[in-house]
Nanobody, 115 residues
Framework: QVHLVESGGGLVQPGGSLRLSCAAS????????MRWYRQAPGKERDLVAS????????YYSDFVKGRFTISRDNGKSTVYLQMNSLEPEDTAVYYC????????WGQGTQVTVSS
């Protein structure tokens, strides 16, 4: 079975940091591009960041560029999202996504940024 399990979400004050993890199993993680998405209530699910498997090249959406860092550990089949300088607008459920056919999705982890 394919599983993507996100963790690391929680409540943080504006300006704070969180590190999200996504543990993957059931597919060839080391040859799969991984992405993080987020979805706020009443909003569309938006791409946050992406990391390729071969070169580990990365992509960031404009609203997180310079604040978030995506990384991966192929030995642990885990992708991370380090989130710094968090803002209330970052409040959302964050989802791990594996680019395949079909794509695989985790259940999400809640991030709430509030004073």
């Amino acid at each position: 079975q394919v599983h993507l399990v996100e963790s690391g979400g929680g409540l943080v004050q504006p300006g704070g940091s969180l590190r999200l993890s996504c543990a993957a199993s059931g597919f060839r993680f080391s040859r799969t591009t991984m992405r993080w998405y987020r979805q706020a209530p009443g909003k569309e699910r938006d791409l946050v960041a992406s990391i390729a498997w071969a070169s580990s090249s990365t992509y960031y959406s404009d609203f997180v560029k310079g604040r978030f860092t995506i990384s991966r550990d192929n030995g642990k089949s885990t992708v991370y999202l380090q989130m710094n300088s968090l803002e209330p607008e970052d409040t959302a459920v964050y989802y791990c996504n594996a680019i395949s056919s079909p794509n695989y999705w985790g259940q999400g982890t809640q991030v709430t940024v509030s004073s």
